[in-house]
């Protein structure tokens, strides 16, 4: 896809200023109008280019009828600093019409490298590769600060895609050339120019004044931007080691707490089942012994005097039932125990 400028429509035709400056001739859409930007087809543009007196022709013809206020008005910028500052105008056919330079190392280029009325892309390659140019990029100082800005919608995207591509495959600073583009607002190009700054080494220096606020403007007016970021990376490292160095210090002071160990949970007590009563021994019990009845005592009878002759006839005749007696009451008496031993026996 190119872009192109619609310069005239005639009989369904278009006459079309394309991007890269060459005019062609394409059939007219539906809804174009002269001093449209339109978008066409590579294979469209594959039409016949007009021929070179015609084309000069009518470019002439249309710079008076108003053309010339569509070239030279400017809708993009870019901005390019190594140490050497200078600042491109762009319109909308993406043609420098302006170059401008921001100090002392730079005019000396501006004036010597042609980049008028050369696509952006041309005019950067002739740039960059110059002598004066080149002679600031090695392979110690190889930051270039490319910063782009447009009125034209969807402009700076593409402007940037394009630069950061094109500047990181010239062969400059020994192949090892670091491309930083930046999209930047109206508001910070025009604070930019009120210090007398392109906006690419403005956005470096506002990041220095971030880090360190007592940081000179002034002071860095003149410095490449390799210098200058240089300083930035070393005060963000600086901070790093400082921040590092302070958590140490404290890790360092801290005494640790005493580690806890988890507790131990407890194990449920162990319930003990009561003891079952204990039954009372069986004793056993002997039958009581019957009382061992004593024989009777045999009251005596009373001492009767008795002649001799009679008392030693008496006294056989006693002796006689006395050991009767005594007999009759030991059977007895040993009938009662041998009944009681049975009884025990048979319990």
Not at 56 to 79: K, M
Not at 211 to 218: F, H, K, V
Request: net charge negative; aromatic share 4%.
């Amino acid at each position: 896809m190119k872009t192109g400028l619609v310069f005239e429509i005639i009989d369904n035709k278009a006459i079309v200023m394309l991007t890269g400056g060459s005019l062609v001739s394409l059939p007219a859409k539906a809804g174009w109008r002269k001093g449209d930007v339109v978008t066409v087809r590579k294979s469209s543009v594959s039409a016949r280019p007009l021929w070179t007196a015609a084309a000069c022709f009518l470019f002439v013809i249309l710079l008076s009828a108003g053309g010339q206020r569509l070239y030279f008005t400017e809708r993009s910028l870019i901005s390019l600093d190594i140490n050497p500052s200078m600042e491109m105008g762009l319109n909308r056919f993406d043609r420098v019409i302006r170059v401008s330079a921001y100090n002392d190392d730079s005019r000396y280029i501006v004036d010597t490298v042609g980049a008028l009325h050369k696509t952006y892309e041309s005019a950067l390659e002739d740039l960059l590769v110059s002598e004066p140019l080149s002679a600031y990029l090695t392979e110690d100082e190889n930051w270039i600060k490319v910063a782009v800005h447009s009125e034209i919608s969807d402009k700076e995207t593409m402007l940037s895609e394009t630069i950061t591509g094109g500047v990181a495959s010239l062969p400059i600073a020994g192949g090892n050339v670091q491309v930083d583009c930046e999209i930047v607002s109206g508001e910070l190009v025009r604070e930019a120019h009120e210090q007398g700054l392109t906006p690419g080494k403005y956005t470096e220096i506002l990041k220095l004044v971030e880090l360190a606020p007592e940081t000179d403007i002034e002071e860095y007016r003149d410095k490449g931007i390799t210098e200058i970021r240089n300083e930035i990376e070393g005060i963000i490292r600086e901070a790093a080691e400082a921040e590092a160095a302070a958590v140490e210090a404290a890790a360092a002071e801290e005494v640790p707490p005493p580690i806890e160990e988890p507790p131990v949970p407890e194990e449920p007590p162990v319930t003990e089942e009561p003891p079952k009563p204990e039954e009372p021994p069986v004793v056993e019990t002997a039958p009581p012994t019957p009382a061992i009845e004593e024989p009777p005592v045999v009251e005596e009878a009373p001492v009767t005097e008795i002649p001799d002759e009679e008392l030693d006839g008496k006294e056989d005749e006693d002796n006689g039932h006395n050991e009767r007696d005594r007999r009759s009451n030991l059977e007895r008496w040993l009938d009662l125990l041998r009944r009681a031993r049975a009884r025990r026996r048979d319990n």
